[in-house]
């Protein structure tokens, strides 16, 4: 087969890209922990896995049948504005490359694909002020070459992919001679070990294939990090932000910040300039950089308290293994998240009515707990899209969710969680007992409206019974009232929120009984805002 006429679908790319995501996502903790050059915090995982998650995010949102080059455009200009650290800086010029090797094209050719390959590596390498052997530039120059001639002589694009991973795995296992901080600590350049993940990763996603973890011998963490004497720096202020709106060139940039500092990696797209430098003084470089847009996504920490914090952790305890299954709850209050954990869930993520979390937050909850797999109750008709999004970013194996719209359907689901059963099981049962549970909530209208037939004035209470306005009063008795008239309750759950106080809720309780006796009311801390009430019935 000629390498001409084998074609790579904008599928088949996104695919790959997202492999890449799943590769780091899998080994992102095996590169931290060879992470000790220029500075030994051990990030250099974590902010490659951020920049390429924000890659994943947005080219999830991409139909499969768009066009390759759609998909690099998004995927370069997402990888930037979402890089993080040096080593994420240099992945987003990866990603920047390869998006001006497939622009324009719908659909690429193993020839087109391998030259997109050539254009990052030589971005990324181009982002680096100062170049130092060694390091994941000396990884990258090796398979660019390699990946130059294979693209003529091998006839598909894995063939391509082997050799330049197989070259760049040769080019990695060479930098500890090449730099003697790594020679020392007995590690290999954790930021070359990134790209060969990045690559492997694209493979496995091209071949429909899950990512294999990476299997590395590394020593000790007290030998990588040295001694637990404090880290002496003479730049310890990592600094990394966004200009917008800019007209100026990367050489004009790097020229006027390369007096502040070190470790500097430059990138611009179009109007958007990214920078990453460790320095003595971080006001004096934004206030240079303000020259040439407005700022945004400012990050400056103290690289020595950083070292300082991972060598007591190091020495504090070993990682905790993840294992199980466990529930992932959205909670709209800080009294509802209490209430959710103690029925069991694992971990609960703040969110709700008009502060719907992306989908980063889950997957940062998820690579950050303690279990294998991950049922997510979203608890919000917004966010259900969200949890959807996790489970095709995370994979079917790994994460399922309940399409939960409230509460109600929340904790009705949560309840009958059982950590004996599989995800799958789990899964059908809380489905089918979050469907009968019954919802109601009491807001405020912001507005003059007319929402099916019932007119809302701007101030007016709001009884909302599974999600739809059903009623309007002028108190929260009045609409509470009308709300519950008519159902056939026995148990009625008040969560009361940030604007309503024990005894008001208990007053209303009281009221409740009083207008029906067959009902038992209870009451509890919700701490939710915009809703002074969020009532679940049985």
């Known amino acids: ?48 896995l951020h920049t390429i998650a924000s890659v994943a995010k947005a080219i ?50 193993n020839t087109e694909i391998g030259k997109a390959f050539q254009y990052g590596i030589l971005y990324a390498y181009r982002s680096v002020s100062k170049p130092v052997e060694g390091t994941i530039l000396s990884v990258a120059r090796g398979m660019a070459k390699r990946a130059y001639s294979a693209t003529r002589s091998c006839d598909t694009l894995e063939e391509v992919l082997n050799e330049a991973i197989r070259v760049g795995k040769e080019e990695l296992a060479e930098t500890p001679e090449k730099l003697p901080v790594l020679k020392a600590a007995g590690v290999v350049d954790a ?15 091209l071949r429909g294939e899950e990512c294999e973890a990476l299997v590395i011998a590394t020593p000790p963490k007290s030998q990588k990090m040295g001694t637990g004497e404090p880290l002496d720096l003479e730049f310890p202020y990592c600094t990394e932000f966004i200009v917008k709106e800019a007209n100026v060139t990367k050489e004009e940039v790097s020229e006027a910040l390369t007096i502040y500092g070190n470790s500097m990696i430059v990138a611009v797209m179009d109007d958007i300039v990214k920078v990453h430098i460790h320095t003595k003084h971080p006001g004096d470089a934004l206030n240079r950089a303000q020259q040439w847009g407005s700022l945004h996504d400012i990050k400056i920490n103290n690289m020595v308290d950083e070292h300082e914090e991972r060598l007591f952790k190091s020495e504090a305890a070993a990682p905790v293994a993840k294992k199980g299954l466990g529930v992932l709850t959205v909670a709209a209050g ?21 502060m719907n979390p992306p989908v980063e937050d889950f997957v940062n909850a998820i690579e950050n707990g303690s279990c294998e797999q991950y049922i997510i109750l979203p608890n919000n008709k917004n966010i259900i899209l969200a949890a959807e999004q996790v489970k095709k970013l995370l994979g079917a194996s790994k994460v399922s969710y309940i399409p939960t719209t409230n509460l ?96 008001g809720a208990e007053a209303l309780a009281e009221e409740l009984g009083e207008v029906n006796e067959d009902w038992e009311v209870e009451t509890f801390y919700g701490g939710q805002p915009l809703y002074p009430l969020l009532i679940a019935m049985e």
């Open 60 to 109: 999830s949102a991409i139909p499969d049948d768009a066009p390759a080059g759609e998909i690099g455009a998004v995927a370069a200009r997402s990888a930037i504005m979402g890089a993080r650290g040096n080593s994420g800086v240099i992945l987003s010029q990866l990603l920047r490359g390869i998006g001006k090797g497939v622009a324009g094209k719908k659909t690429l050719t």
């Open 191 to 205: 930021g070359g070990q990134g790209l060969i993940c990045f690559f492997e990763g694209c493979l496995a996603g």
């Open 334 to 354: 800080d009294g509802i998240a209490k209430i959710m954990h103690q029925l069991g869930a694992a971990d609960i993520i703040s969110g709700g009515q008009s």
């Open 1 to 48: 087969m000629s390498s001409e006429k084998a074609v790579i679908s904008g599928k088949q790319f996104k695919d790959m890209l997202l492999g890449a995501y799943h590769s780091f996502e899998k080994n992102f903790e095996t590169i931290n922990d060879l992470n000790v050059f220029p500075v030994p915090d051990g990030d250099t995982g974590s902010n490659m």
């Open 408 to 503: 109600a359907q929340g904790l009705a689901a949560l309840l009958h969680y059982d950590a004996t059963k599989s995800m799958i099981e789990n899964t059908a049962i809380m489905t089918n007992e979050a469907k009968q549970a019954v919802s109601g909530s009491v807001t405020v209208a912001v507005r003059d409206s007319v929402v099916d037939g019932i007119v809302v004035k701007k101030g007016d209470y709001l009884g909302l019974l599974n999600d739809k306005i059903v009623c309007t009063g002028s108190s929260i008795k009045e609409v509470l009232v009308k709300l519950l008239e008519g159902g056939d309750y026995e148990l009625i759950s008040l969560y009361y929120g940030d604007t309503l106080d024990e005894d």
